[in-house]
């Protein structure tokens, strides 16, 4: 799944002088990005050392099955506790840190911090998270300690605009790709879909959904949102796609459609961008740093509510409501104007090759520097 393709002949013993704890084999955006960062600072040459967050490093090799060669490698460096380390995951876990120097880099989706992130935040040195809007909530909430936006960000190498599709050119693809749950406003797209267009027209909705919650039933309830005769919808579900497979993908689709409750970052929406494919996407929490006017459809909110979930994380705080009946109307404009959608495509691609995975470690970098 990784472009990168560095190699050690043998396990080198130096002391490594940074300590990264995160995870970096399962099927989450925190893995998937701290693989990235990870191996993007160890080609710069900086000696760094993957630790599993959650236990011991084989522990997540047993639960996975599999870990990337480099990762392993650069496990085998000693651990030293007289470097930096950076916690990255969720802001509970920032107790973890053991480093001479320790930061916690981490983000959320809402409009306000837990108050045990809160707490471990102000136990950092420094904190880092990826956008702007994420700092914004950080200081609302309390956090105290100095806090620098280090952005994430896409693989344009693999991400990148292909040929047009020889298949289904007769209707407007959407393409949305989300795990299962509330946040995601899979629920305001269903409705807004069957709303916007007749069983008849020439559109096509693509749902790739991932679920981790074993009691939820996705399929059931997309199709309790889906009565007969409605548009077409093609479901993937719980399919775990290649590299390829996901590039092709979102090469594939004429928009990206997800009215989000609210990301830390979206990285969904940024590798459609990067294939030329533009966003129909919630304009609050993290997307904003990328997506606008230009390069896409911006879909505005009607208020910020409560959450009212379960989870841990999310409670006492609001995500954003994004406006139905916007929705509605962006669905329409976009299945109407095809240039204009591919204009924006364009440009689109162009605003993804700004937050490639270098400028982030180049941000790393500067701290790192600064300490």
């Known amino acids: 799944m990784d472009s990168y393709s560095g190699f050690l002949a043998e ?8 300590v990264w ?3 970096f084999a399962s ?12 191996l993007g600072l160890d080609a710069r040459g900086i000696a760094v050392r993957p630790l599993f967050l959650h236990g011991a490093d084989h522990d997540e090799q047993v639960l996975m099955g599999q870990l990337h060669p480099r990762i392993r490698q650069l496990q085998t460096l000693p651990l030293s506790l007289s470097v930096p380390q950076v916690v990255y995951g969720y802001g509970d876990r920032f107790s973890k840190n053991s ?11 809402v409009d306000r911090l837990p108050a045990t992130w809160v707490e471990q935040a102000n136990q950092m040195d ?92 996705p399929v059931r309830e997309l199709a309790q949102f889906l009565p007969q005769p409605s548009p077409r919808v093609a479901l993937i579900y719980n399919q775990p796609l290649t590299l390829e497979q996901m590039v ?11 009215p989000t409750r609210g990301e830390g970052w979206g990285m969904p929406i940024l590798e459609a961008m990067a294939c030329g494919t533009p966003a129909i996407t919630t304009n609050w929490s993290g997307p904003t740093t990328f997506v606008n006017e230009a390069n896409g459809y911006p879909l505005p909110i009607r208020s ?68």
């Open 126 to 217: 420094e904190v880092w998270t990826p956008t702007d809007w994420g700092a914004d909530v950080f200081r609302a909430s309390g956090v105290q300690r100095p806090i620098y936006v280090v952005p994430l960000g896409v693989d344009t190498t693999c991400f990148h605009p292909g040929q047009q599709r020889t298949h289904l050119t007769d209707r407007t693809l959407f393409l949305s790709v989300f795990e299962w749950g509330t946040r995601k406003g899979w629920d305001i797209l269903l409705r807004a879909y069957r709303a916007a267009f007749r069983p008849s027209d020439p559109v096509l909705l693509i749902l790739k959904v991932d679920c981790r919650v074993p009691a939820a039933n």
């Open 304 to 371: 910020l509510r409560a959450t009212d979930s379960f989870s841990p994380y999310y409670q006492h705080a609001r995500w954003a409501e994004p406006d139905e009946t916007a929705l509605v109307d962006l669905l329409h404009h976009v299945a109407a104007n095809a240039e204009e959608r591919r204009q924006k495509g364009q440009i689109a691609a162009q605003e993804a090759q700004r937050w490639s995975w270098p400028r982030s470690i180049d941000s790393i970098c500067q701290r790192l520097a600064a300490i």
């Open 99 to 109: 480093g001479a120097y320790r930061i916690g880099f981490t983000m959320l989706e």
């Open 248 to 258: 092709e993908l979102y090469q594939c689709a004429d928009c990206f459609v997800l």
């Open 27 to 38: 099927l989450t955006g925190y893995s998937g990005s701290a693989r990235a960062l990870v």
């Open 21 to 23: 704890h995160s995870t």
């Open 11 to 18: 396990p080198s013993t130096s002391v490594p002088t940074l």
